[in-house]
């Protein structure tokens, strides 16, 4: 095998993925090494999340606060929708951008970078001084986000045992849902911090967003012993002698047998992303706003409104991440027993029914289960797409397919918040009050729900990878 780099912290043939299929649970016959890819992979993709999950919880904050003072509720919440658009934006260049370099020079460099991308820009986007400057600053930090995905995946696929491929997938994806409860745990502490008024409204989400910056020390441990999977060396030897290239959009959209599964699987992950990010990421929203204006309606003070609002965000966000968790555990179990398409079905049509009675539904604090709810069908998706991208492509691809289906989608589920945008305009005419504005709202969501339903379309002309290998150019 070709050196790449340091000394491997682990003996060449621990570092193989193609050992003979293991009787019994998946994790049995995992070596050390094996267990490190795992983990450094997972810890990318979970501190990725914690990011996200942050950016989303303190969204409404920041923009409060980098806005000019007086600006309408109405606009400000227009200004949440464009930043999560440029949010978007942002992670699908860069996981075009980064798909395709980790094919051509590796998963575990590649990672190395964005985690680092992401980190730092998090950590600027809490010195923004106005609405431009945390645009920019967020757009740079989706580059980085949006380059991890296909990155850890595609280093699980090609670094462990082909019989441990589903269950370990499902599991980094699961546990981006220790992210996403851990950023809910920070709302909950800055919301006690607020009503014990050691920490005012005003730079509660820069600490918030400061505390996103410190992945960047994984990515010491990633440099110094993550090396690159036998497989892809395989792969990159192969491509200098058969002239196809590595990580190659020619070769991707230009050859008819990668360039079906991968427009296919585009239009697949646009039906969860927008799902996800065009509705189910609102759900801070309306909570915040059902808690607003119900302590309002009490004469509560607007210091004490801030507090309450924050905790049960954060209370909100680790419910409902709960519930993401199972379900992408659940989808994980399901697509290794009835089959990827199978379990995808159940996925699409759980997420849009519980993503309409979500919005329809929620009135209080009581109802903070059903964000379990939605979360699980919700993220199962998610489980789905770590699972089935990468089994669609060659190893040469492997990195460039996936972060091409996963993050494509994005440029379109941009438009997401834009559509919600009109729909709400829309709908709010003649709506002077804040309940009927949050009406609108509602409603919003809940048309755009039906979106799930393409996912059900295009399933029908996806292969199923079931107890398949990994496609090859050779195969």
């Not at 990672?111 to 645009?135: E, I, P, R």
């Not at 699987?265 to 927008?274: F, N």
Request: glycine share 10%.
């Amino acid at each position: 095998m070709r050196e790449t780099g340091v000394r491997p912290a682990f003996p060449k043939n621990l570092m193989s993925s193609s050992s003979p299929l293991a009787q019994g649970p998946w994790w049995r016959s995992l070596t050390p090494y094996h267990w490190f890819v795992f983990a450094m992979a997972s810890l990318a993709w979970l501190f990725d999340c914690l990011d996200q999950q942050i950016f989303l919880l303190f969204r409404q904050q920041a923009l409060a606060n980098l806005l000019p003072e007086g600006t309408d509720p109405k606009d400000l919440k227009n200004y949440g929708f464009i930043a999560t658009s440029i949010f978007i934006m942002g992670w699908a260049t860069g996981g075009l951008i980064f798909g395709s370099l980790g094919d051509k020079f590796g998963r575990a460099k590649m990672l190395t970078t964005t985690v680092l991308l992401y980190s730092v820009f998090t950590g600027l986007s809490a010195l923004s001084k106005g609405w431009l400057d945390f645009a920019i600053y967020r757009f740079i930090t989706g580059l980085g986000v949006g380059g991890v995905f296909g990155l850890a995946v595609a280093l699980v696929a090609d670094s462990l045992p082909d019989h441990a491929r589903t269950g370990a997938l499902g599991l980094l994806q699961a546990l981006s849902a220790v992210g996403n409860i851990t950023a809910g745990l920070i709302s909950m502490w800055i919301g006690s911090l607020i009503r014990e008024e050691s920490l005012s409204p005003d730079t509660a989400w820069k600490v918030a967003f400061l505390m996103g910056a410190v992945p960047a020390f994984l990515c010491v441990f990633i440099q110094s012993k993550l090396k690159e999977p036998e497989k892809w060396i395989k792969a990159r030897e192969r491509s200098a002698a058969t002239g196809k290239g590595m990580g190659s959009y020619v070769s991707l959209l230009g050859e008819a047998r990668w360039r079906r599964p991968a427009l296919l699987g585009m239009m697949l992950c646009i039906s969860g992303v927008i799902g996800l990010w065009g509705i189910g990421f609102f759900a801070p929203e309306l909570v915040g706003d059902v808690i607003s204006n119900s302590l309002r309606e009490q004469g509560i003070a607007e210091t004490e409104i801030a507090s309450k609002a924050a905790h049960w965000k954060g209370v909100n966000s680790i419910v409902q991440n709960l519930g993401s968790f199972f379900g992408m555990i659940a989808f994980a179990w399901c697509a290794q027993r009835t089959g990827r398409k199978p379990a995808f079905i159940i996925g699409f049509l759980g997420a849009m029914a519980a993503t309409w009675s979500y919005f329809q539904f929620f009135n209080g604090v009581g109802d903070v289960w059903m964000s379990a709810v939605m979360g699980f069908f919700q993220l199962a998706l998610f489980a789905g797409f770590a699972i089935y991208l990468p089994e669609l492509f060659p190893t040469r691809l492997r990195s460039t397919g996936t972060s091409f289906c996963y993050n494509v989608g994005r440029f379109i589920a941009a438009a997401g918040p834009f559509a919600m945008v009109g729909l709400q305009d829309a709908l709010v005419k003649g709506a002077t009050t804040p309940a009927a504005k949050l009406a609108a709202f509602r409603e919003t969501c809940q048309w755009m729900s039906l979106v799930f339903l393409l996912g059900l379309v295009v399933l029908i002309f996806l292969p199923e990878t079931k107890g398949k290998p990994l496609p090859e150019d050779h195969d």
